[in-house]
């Protein structure tokens, strides 16, 4: 991944990710959208749809690291925002893993070739498909587009395109919005929102 653009290395991690729940075989090219939309759909069907844990917290978009690409930065970084956003500590095996071998480190009168190894790749990995778990909607963790230094929680403009294209997502202008949306499901349950999305009434 060294001749990739963090972008690049960002959608072949999601796609590396998406593959393994999905159960199939991982080619060598930078995935595209569409490929990683599949992916995406095919996890689903075989692992079931995504639900963040409400018990913890949804990341703010922005950098939580700035101008540095390397590891020995960025894993004490990544784990304590995890440590931050994982209130339910969901992930708390990785942050004991990560913090195990921190101290290993620490402990070492010499560098032991930790950010060097095969270890330090895979908790940078996990760190990073665990911070992409608390990404607002439509949005993701990794590398700026326009930065690749630049590491925190910023909007796929990609995602909402793709989506708008598909129906998923609606561009609504502000004036346009109504003053009111109704929500029926199929079994006739009702539910009245305000323009800002705040439940007015509900009726089963």
Known sequence: ME??????QFKLRLARRLARKA???MPTFVPNNDYIKKLSKLSKNNQGEHTMNTHSEI???GAISHDTMRPEDLIPCFRDTL????????HAKLVEQVNNNLYELECQDNDNGYYESDDCNWDL????????EFAPPYCYFGAHEGNGSDYGFWVSVASIDEDM??????NVDSEEMPDHFVSINDHGNMTLYD??????????
């Open 3 to 8: 001749n990739l653009s963090p972008y690049q």
């Open 23 to 25: 159960a199939v075989a």
């Open 59 to 61: 990341a703010v978009l």
């Open 83 to 90: 440590v931050e956003l994982d209130t339910a500590k969901e």
């Open 125 to 132: 990995e996990e760190l990073f498909d665990a911070l992409n």
């Open 165 to 170: 294209q598909f129906g998923d997502i609606i």
């Open 195 to 204: 323009r800002n999305m705040d439940v007015i009434w509900s009726i089963v």
